[in-house]
């Protein structure tokens, strides 16, 4: 019986979890497949370190080129993440004839097109689930699940860190700089946050996202991208009175004509799916054209959820290899000829409802200025909150808008933050209102 030799690159948190599952389920896995998977290399500078996974030491070994560079080894999983070596591994794998398996979304959302054309080329495959929404199979279902559809939108929660910290903020009213400290010393959140609380990580995944939902090159840089270090309790206490919570979605819509796709923190109504994904939990409400809505829910992230879906690439590899049929489903689900560039609106093309809140003094005729400057600019306000003078200093007035242009709104608040009785930069938070 033929066996699949597997080489990983990588023994951290996720190269642990698939290590793991390769072995512990390896009689699972070959009922499944029909031949089984050999683990023959482990690759990793630290090979020191006791992952607890049990693991014969003798597939242990510093030197990447010894997994890259073995005949035996059919499938090179890459899991060190960043950029380099990570890309020059793969590269060279590809070159070996090697098939790929990678969680790393920094990577493809930067160079994946560059993967992609190279490993159609020498007729190798590239598996990714695992690079977006860790356990949840967003990428397939995708590609394969919904491939009788055109997707009309989809909105996502990409990032456990940020869901985790604004549900915190939610729950217990705790300011972002505070639940950012304990999401740190639970190991939610690295040392260094930014990818995570300023929406790059999410942005990341979207653009793997919109490429395989629309058949167009990955395109990062065209991603309006904004996080969360701004939100407070306080916009997060005005929100709740009006039926709504704040989340960090990462957005994208087709009209038809262009694609929508952008990242920021965004006001949805409270009864929604979406509102109510708590924690670190990951999920990806879609919208196609023959099935409708659905959403996909669970972890998305972590050594076991990872893994999950890295050895789930991994075994549709293996099953294409014994019959014959690798290259049966595009990398990108769509046939490399049927890949086209798409106009990507500009964040200042959209035309959507938001939320405002002004610092202002607490004097006769301040709400009349701010409305008459939003009246200038066409923009209209469907509700107003205002707190009294018990509160010391400059007083918050909250407004909801009907929909409006962001280029608009933004003209707007750059003259409405120029007035003498306005105290700080008005807070805008995005509203998309649907149940």
Same mark, same amino acid.
């Given at each position: 019986m033929k066996k699949i030799g597997v080489g990983l690159l990588g023994f951290g948190t996720v190269g642990s979890g698939t290590a793991k599952i390769l072995l512990e389920n390896r009689k699972l896995i070959e009922s499944r497949i029909g031949a089984p998977l050999e683990l023959k290399w482990i690759a990793d500078l630290d090979i020191e370190t006791d992952r607890g996974v049990s693991v014969d030491e003798q597939i242990l070994t510093t030197d990447?080129?010894?997994?890259?560079? =073995?005949?035996?080894?059919?499938?090179v999983v890459e899991l060190i993440g960043g950029y380099d070596p990570a890309k020059s591994f793969i590269l060279q794998a590809i070159e070996n004839g090697k098939h790929v398996i990678t969680a790393n979304k920094a990577l493809l959302a930067a160079h994946g097109d560059e993967l992609f054309s190279t490993a159609s080329q020498r007729g190798v495959e590239i598996g990714f689930e695992a690079s977006v929404g860790g356990g949840i199979p967003l990428i397939r279902s995708v590609k394969e699940g919904l491939v009788a559809n055109h997707i009309e939108s989809f909105f996502g929660i990409l990032n456990?860190?940020?869901?985790?910290?604004? !549900?915190?903020? !939610? =729950?217990?009213?705790?300011?972002?700089?505070?639940?950012?400290?304990?999401?740190?010393a639970m190991g939610y959140a690295e040392a260094d946050p930014t990818f995570d609380v300023e929406g790059i990580d999410t942005a990341h995944k979207l653009a793997i996202l919109v490429a395989i939902a629309y058949g167009m090159p990955i395109d990062l840089n065209a991603i309006y991208t904004e996080g969360i270090s701004k939100i407070t309790p306080l916009d997060i206490n005005f929100v709740k009175e009006f039926g709504y919570r704040i989340k960090l979605?990462?957005?994208?819509? =087709?009209?038809?004509e262009a694609i929508e796709a952008r990242v920021h923190p965004t006001i949805i109504p409270e009864g929604s799916m979406l509102a109510n994904v708590s924690e670190a939990y990951n999920a990806l409400y879609i919208k196609g054209d023959a099935v409708g809505n659905i959403m996909l829910y669970?972890?998305?992230?972590?050594?076991?959820? !990872?893994?999950?879906?890295?050895v789930s690439d991994i075994v549709d590899v293996a099953r294409n290899l014994l019959s014959g049929a690798v290259g049966r489903v595009p990398l990108t689900g769509y046939q490399s000829g049927s890949v086209r560039k798409k106009r990507v609106k500009s964040i200042n093309e959209l035309d959507t409802k938001y939320y405002f809140r002004f610092s202002a003094e607490d004097r006769p005729g301040v709400l009349s200025k701010i409305s008459g400057l939003l009246g200038k600019h066409k923009i209209s306000i469907k509700s107003v909150h205002q707190k009294g003078r018990d509160v010391a200093g400059p007083v918050p007035i909250v407004m909801i808008t009907h929909e409006a242009k962001e280029a608009a709104v933004k003209s707007a608040l750059s003259e409405i933050d120029e007035l003498d009785v306005v105290k700080d930069k008005t807070m805008l938070i995005r509203i998309e209102d649907w149940k």
């Amino acid at each position: 019986m033929k066996k699949i030799g597997v080489g990983l690159l990588g023994f951290g948190t996720v190269g642990s979890g698939t290590a793991k599952i390769l072995l512990e389920n390896r009689k699972l896995i070959e009922s499944r497949i029909g031949a089984p998977l050999e683990l023959k290399w482990i690759a990793d500078l630290d090979i020191e370190t006791d992952r607890g996974v049990s693991v014969d030491e003798q597939i242990l070994t510093t030197d990447a080129r010894k997994v890259i560079n =073995d005949p035996d080894v059919d499938i090179v999983v890459e899991l060190i993440g960043g950029y380099d070596p990570a890309k020059s591994f793969i590269l060279q794998a590809i070159e070996n004839g090697k098939h790929v398996i990678t969680a790393n979304k920094a990577l493809l959302a930067a160079h994946g097109d560059e993967l992609f054309s190279t490993a159609s080329q020498r007729g190798v495959e590239i598996g990714f689930e695992a690079s977006v929404g860790g356990g949840i199979p967003l990428i397939r279902s995708v590609k394969e699940g919904l491939v009788a559809n055109h997707i009309e939108s989809f909105f996502g929660i990409l990032n456990g860190t940020a869901n985790y910290i604004l !549900t915190k903020m !939610t =729950d217990e009213g705790t300011p972002f700089s505070q639940v950012l400290k304990e999401a740190q010393a639970m190991g939610y959140a690295e040392a260094d946050p930014t990818f995570d609380v300023e929406g790059i990580d999410t942005a990341h995944k979207l653009a793997i996202l919109v490429a395989i939902a629309y058949g167009m090159p990955i395109d990062l840089n065209a991603i309006y991208t904004e996080g969360i270090s701004k939100i407070t309790p306080l916009d997060i206490n005005f929100v709740k009175e009006f039926g709504y919570r704040i989340k960090l979605l990462a957005i994208s819509k =087709d009209d038809g004509e262009a694609i929508e796709a952008r990242v920021h923190p965004t006001i949805i109504p409270e009864g929604s799916m979406l509102a109510n994904v708590s924690e670190a939990y990951n999920a990806l409400y879609i919208k196609g054209d023959a099935v409708g809505n659905i959403m996909l829910y669970g972890q998305g992230a972590g050594m076991m959820p !990872t893994g999950s879906a890295v050895v789930s690439d991994i075994v549709d590899v293996a099953r294409n290899l014994l019959s014959g049929a690798v290259g049966r489903v595009p990398l990108t689900g769509y046939q490399s000829g049927s890949v086209r560039k798409k106009r990507v609106k500009s964040i200042n093309e959209l035309d959507t409802k938001y939320y405002f809140r002004f610092s202002a003094e607490d004097r006769p005729g301040v709400l009349s200025k701010i409305s008459g400057l939003l009246g200038k600019h066409k923009i209209s306000i469907k509700s107003v909150h205002q707190k009294g003078r018990d509160v010391a200093g400059p007083v918050p007035i909250v407004m909801i808008t009907h929909e409006a242009k962001e280029a608009a709104v933004k003209s707007a608040l750059s003259e409405i933050d120029e007035l003498d009785v306005v105290k700080d930069k008005t807070m805008l938070i995005r509203i998309e209102d649907w149940k």
